[in-house]
């Protein structure tokens, strides 16, 4: 077999360097793909759960507010996106993580593979967390004040996850903060922006969204071990093992499934969901099974990985459809 048929079958492993130079659509192009936009649908389906509850169950919707929420949402999650690079390059996990599965895990590498410098990455997440208060502002105008203290503690807990020195990710915080930030906070905030309230059903709806957010991170840290354990990144996987983390996703998926039961228990999801429920956690614990940190079972890593995100997308969104047409009189 020849080099260039070798070099052909090798994976890419880092951004492509044609996204380099000069003038400012380039310099766009890179900002824009550094905030990893593929993973921002984990911004959009909790608001887009929430508002749909809050319409179908009481017939509640402002396309305004709606609109807002989520510009907020994805510029904080794009500027905790890019924070987390700069976070991990300041404490070594990124530069020294060799076993990443990219682009799943060890960051965008725009910093490593030299397309943004440290400082820019730094300063483009202020401009979107900025952009993010500023629309929030905005969305405190009409809907009050306490808009303010649900953006400030999405945004915080983004940010806080990958500050060194409080750095929630290295303190076995990072799951739960990651399953507060995108899915209980926007879930119940969107359901509250439209209604004024948060009910029970609200609640059973977004433990599915969150346990399912959790998940992604949770096996997205199994391939980065090594380089999470030497820069002292203590997450859940670092601390539990990897048998550990293979518990621990399993009990995710089973939260989801009796939550999503509880819900079809109490009428806020109709009959038929409990067969995609039962799919999803189905599809969980195959994916479960995938969670090795064998060199020679990475490709099954990789596997389960595409898999957690799949069922995270249309969990979501067959979780939003079931919603939709349980619509109450």
Excluded at 32 to 37: E, K, S, Y
Excluded at 122 to 129: E, I, T
Excluded at 143 to 157: M, Q
Excluded at 307 to 323: D, E, F
Aim: hydrophobic share 50%; charged share 15%.
């Amino acid at each position: 077999m020849s080099q260039r048929s070798i070099d052909a079958d090798r994976p890419i492993d880092a951004p492509s360097p044609t996204l380099g130079g000069p003038g400012v659509m380039a310099a766009v192009r890179r900002g824009f793909l550094a905030t990893r936009p593929p993973f921002l649908i984990a911004a959009v389906t909790p608001v887009a759960t929430g508002t749909a509850w809050a319409g179908a169950a009481f017939h509640r919707f402002d396309g305004l507010s709606f609109g807002l929420a989520l510009a907020v949402v994805l510029l904080a999650h794009a500027a905790a996106n890019v924070y987390n690079d700069v976070g991990d390059d300041i404490t070594g996990a990124d530069p020294g993580n060799f076993d990443r599965i990219y682009p799943y895990t060890g960051g965008s590498r725009f910093i490593q593979s030299g397309l943004l410098s440290r400082g820019q990455m730094a300063r483009l997440a202020l401009g979107l967390a900025v952009g993010a208060l500023l629309l929030g502002t905005a969305l405190a105008v009409l809907r009050g004040p306490g808009v303010i203290w649900l953006g400030c503690a999405g945004l915080g807990l983004g940010l806080l996850y990958s500050l060194p020195g409080v750095q929630l990710s290295a303190r076995g915080l990072g799951e739960a903060t990651v399953a507060i930030a995108f899915g209980v906070l926007p879930v119940l905030g969107s359901v509250w922006l439209q209604t004024g309230f948060v009910d029970l059903g609200a609640l059973l709806l977004c433990i599915p969204v969150s346990s399912w957010a959790a998940a992604i991170l949770v096996i997205n840290e199994v391939p980065d071990v090594v380089a999470d354990r030497r820069a002292h990144k203590r997450t859940l996987v670092v601390r539990w093992g990897v048998s550990g983390a293979r518990w621990i996703y399993c009990g995710l998926v089973m939260i989801t499934l009796a939550a999503s039961a509880s819900a079809i228990a109490e009428r806020f999801l109709p009959l038929w969901y409990a067969m995609p429920a039962v799919a999803f956690a189905g599809a969980g614990l195959l994916a479960a099974r995938g969670i090795t940190a064998r060199r020679s079972q990475r490709p099954k890593l990789k596997r389960s990985i595409e898999v957690t995100l799949a069922i995270h997308a249309l969990g979501c969104l067959t979780l939003i459809t079931a919603i939709l047409m349980n619509r109450r009189g």
